[in-house]
């Protein structure tokens, strides 16, 4: 391994700044949904033939209409190795709200969790290493992937498309804007860096009836409400405190909508976010006897279904190391390398690759105060500043000259 100039570094990732943000706002301006990014998939395609018109170096592979993947073979030594960096492209079903020049241009449509960033990004290193291609000793991958967003997402798709055949280790980075992550930092961990997701439907059954006469009918929402204390009594007295549980019930939903009827039943949708195998399962099985419990003891009677889910999302030791080290290259002050205590509550398909490859995933810090980047992921007025982009570049490009350079 050569050594890494930092200030050369920062150099080059500035010279390259203005046009990841062109790639970054053209992305956010033309979002798509998961499983329909062919737009997104075309435009990434033709942006990395672009980089490599003659196509001497990077070989470009779309092998689904929504995904591509491309490999920059270096040109020193003969190494066999192969590093994935991974982004993802999908966009949200939310309106944006935030008064940017470069909005989305579809209604109900937007990038508000950041893979336009993740995308660009990417685009960004793969500029800066295949202008180093002679430094290379192996081959770097460069995976642009659809869905993230839905279960069972698109890693399972690219991975049956072949982008994970003869990868050594992969990479993969997040935009998150917290109060502990402040633009020009990273937030890294060990072990498990995102919850696994599980999610549900509880189907209450009762009896319908008149509103004036409730003895007579089996109320479903009376019972559904009930579930739903009794669920959060149970994550907080039967389960271990140390990294609980996250059960969210987020609606309710009924055939009824009058005043004066009592439905025949009840469905709650939500979502069970753990941390460890052992408590999800008991998790699972503990839900079961309160539903049993609240249902039976009215007369009422329950169907918990579970849909597709994400497993937890594992930071091989080893490559977390190799990620840590990078991240203290790059980032002189250590301040700004924030070690996570637990592990994130969202869940991530990236897991689907770090089951099969040793893994690190980090998180790139994107919070500023004075400029109203402050809104969490998913929220209608999220803002990057796009200030960070500096650091994910770099951040892609030292895993590179960690291992091949």
């Not at 066999?80 to 579809?106: G, T, Y």
């Not at 039943?265 to 419990?293: F, P, Q, W």
Request: aromatic share 6%; proline share 5%; glycine share 6%.
């Amino acid at each position: 391994m050569s050594e890494l100039n930092l200030a050369e570094l920062d150099r080059k990732v500035a010279d390259v700044f203005a046009q990841v943000v062109a790639w970054r706002r053209h992305i956010h301006a033309h979002p798509e949904l998961s499983f329909e990014e062919t737009e997104t998939a075309a435009y990434v395609e033709a942006e990395l033939k672009k980089l490599d018109p003659e196509a001497k170096h990077l070989t470009v592979h779309r092998p689904i209409p929504n995904g591509v993947f491309a490999d920059l073979k270096g040109t020193r030594g003969t190494s066999d190795k192969i590093i994935l960096l991974r982004a993802d492209m999908d966009a949200l079903p939310i309106q944006e709200l935030a008064n940017v020049d470069f909005k989305s241009k579809k209604d109900g449509v937007s990038h508000m969790c950041g893979h336009d960033c993740h995308s660009a990004m990417l685009l960004g290193a793969v500029k800066l290493l295949l202008a180093e291609v002679d430094k290379i000793d192996g081959t770097v991958r460069f995976l642009f992937q659809p869905a993230e967003e839905v279960p069972p997402g698109g890693a399972e798709l690219m991975i049956k498309a072949g982008c994970l055949e003869g990868v050594t280790m992969a990479f993969a980075e997040h935009i998150l804007p917290v109060p502990n992550g402040p633009v020009g930092s990273i937030l890294m961990r060990d072990g498990v860096m995102y919850n696994s997701s599980d999610n549900f439907a509880i189907r209450i059954i009762g009896k319908g009836g008149h509103a004036s006469m409730p003895e007579l009918a089996i109320d479903p929402v009376a019972i559904a409400s009930q579930c739903v204390v009794a669920l959060q009594s149970m994550v907080t007295r039967r389960l271990p405190s140390n990294g609980a549980p996250v059960l969210t019930i987020c609606g309710f939903s009924s055939a009824v909508n009058a005043f004066t009827i009592i439905s025949d039943e009840v469905v709650m949708k939500g979502s069970l976010r753990c941390d460890n195998k052992e408590t999800r399962i008991k998790a699972k099985k503990y839900m079961e006897e309160v539903l049993a419990s609240c249902t039976s003891c009215m007369g009422a009677s329950y169907e918990l279904t579970w849909q597709p889910s994400y497993e937890m999302c594992f930071n091989d030791s080893d490559a977390f190391r190799i990620g840590e080290r990078v991240a203290k290259r790059i980032l002189p002050n250590e301040k700004d390398i924030v070690y996570l205590p637990f592990a994130l509550k969202p869940a991530e398909d990236f897991s689907l690759i770090a089951e099969r490859v040793p893994s690190n995933y980090v998180c790139i810090g994107s919070y500023n105060e004075a400029l109203g980047c402050t809104k969490a992921n998913h929220n209608a007025n999220f803002l990057v500043d796009e200030e960070c982009f500096k650091v994910g570049v770099k951040f892609h490009y030292g895993v590179i000259h960690d291992l091949l350079m």
